[in-house]
């Protein structure tokens, strides 16, 4: 981008849609040339907005056939999925999963929802106490580690939806 003559300016939203509103519409106002989402699970609004502006947009970090918006990015379910049938073919059916919140970050709900369809398909759900969703930092990733590791049941494998959760 520097080399086309462009800029960079980032915003964090947390997963708070409101936040993104608020941060596109003040980015949108001071006259940017382009907008890049994350995630597909824009609110209506903003979508309006986008439209309503006519600025150029692109979403990442999920590819969604269907997204509103022109997206770039990996078929989360996919490989959520593919990552259980990968652990279930080497043996380890108790599943526990680490992952940011499934309300609030669409890729986490559809790599979720992933590990749940390939569970369903050998007749096993995910046990609600062998999913824990916390803030993706290492910190509480590493309490919820504790409370999987110190429950009653244990799960034979773990996965964790993102790098600093994993370490």
């Given at each position: ?11 964090h ?15 949108v ?11 597909n699970?824009?609110?209506p609004?903003?979508l ?6 006519g ?23 996919a ?36 590990v749940a ?27 919820a ?23």
């Amino acid at each position: 981008l520097d080399e086309a003559g462009f800029g960079i300016l980032l915003g964090h939203t947390g997963g708070d849609p409101e936040r993104e509103y608020e941060q596109a519409r003040a980015l949108v106002e001071r006259g940017v040339d382009a907008l890049v989402l994350i995630g597909n699970a824009q609110q209506p609004r903003l979508l309006r907005l986008i439209t309503d502006v006519g600025v150029p947009v692109v979403t990442a970090f999920d590819y969604d056939e269907n997204s509103a918006l022109p997206c770039v990015g990996v078929d989360n379910e996919a490989a959520g999925r593919c990552l259980a049938e990968h652990l279930l073919d080497q043996g380890y059916d108790e599943i526990a999963i680490i992952t940011q919140p499934t309300l609030s970050n669409d890729r986490s709900g559809k790599r979720v929802d992933g590990v749940a369809s390939a569970l369903r398909q050998i007749g096993r759900a995910v046990r609600p106490e062998f999913l824990i969703e916390c803030d993706g930092l290492a910190p509480s990733a590493r309490d919820a580690m504790g409370a999987l590791l110190g429950g009653e049941k244990r799960p034979r494998a773990v996965v964790c939806f993102s790098d600093l959760m994993a370490i």
